[in-house]
């Protein structure tokens, strides 16, 4: 069985990135003109700041010059996490949306945009804003049902109270 050079990349730098508390999430090896380019994604249940990934970055490129992983040729590796329109596709990732704003692609073909409240094991709890004035609904959604979800970008965002605790706590 052959493997891909994304596939051994990822067995190599998984651990490496795991031991720095964080979750691999993609890797993608592009070739640009004459230099490929080594993009590792990663992320944490509380997010990766830059120190973090500043760290990860020197364990990756540490390991990635004791092996023969990109061959001979010249590369660039970047290191980043996976930005603010991301898409859910892990059950982390939907936890990790609590309380986003998400536009969903059911497999109905229907399209709802939803924020999430709750994340079990077999689907989600989400709140619909209501529209024209009217109340939000509540609805559920199983993980089969859904085809895409994507975190949308909220510029006003709906408070809450950790909102308005950490509010208190930069103005004290």
Request: proline fraction near 2%.
């Amino acid at each position: 069985m052959s493997t891909t050079q994304s596939e051994r990349l990822r067995e190599l730098l998984e651990p490496l990135v795991s031991s720095q508390g964080l979750d691999l999430e993609e890797i993608e090896v592009d070739s640009v003109g004459r230099k490929r380019v080594l993009r590792v994604v990663v992320d944490s249940d509380e997010g990766a700041d830059l120190d973090a990934i500043a760290d990860v970055s020197r364990a990756l490129s540490a390991k990635l010059d004791e092996t023969d992983a990109m061959g001979q040729g010249e590369y660039t590796l970047e290191v980043g996490t996976p930005g603010a329109e991301r898409e859910l596709k892990e059950h982390r990732h939907y936890v990790r949306a609590t309380d986003r704003l998400v536009r969903f692609q059911l497999t109905s073909g229907d399209e709802l945009v939803a924020r999430i409240l709750t994340v079990d094991e077999d689907g989600i709890d989400l709140e619909v804003p209501g529209v024209k004035g009217r109340k939000a609904t509540a609805r559920r959604i199983a993980f089969e049902n859904i085809d895409k979800a994507r975190v949308q970008v909220e510029f006003n965002r709906k408070s809450n109270e950790n909102d308005a605790d950490m509010k208190e706590e930069e103005e004290a």
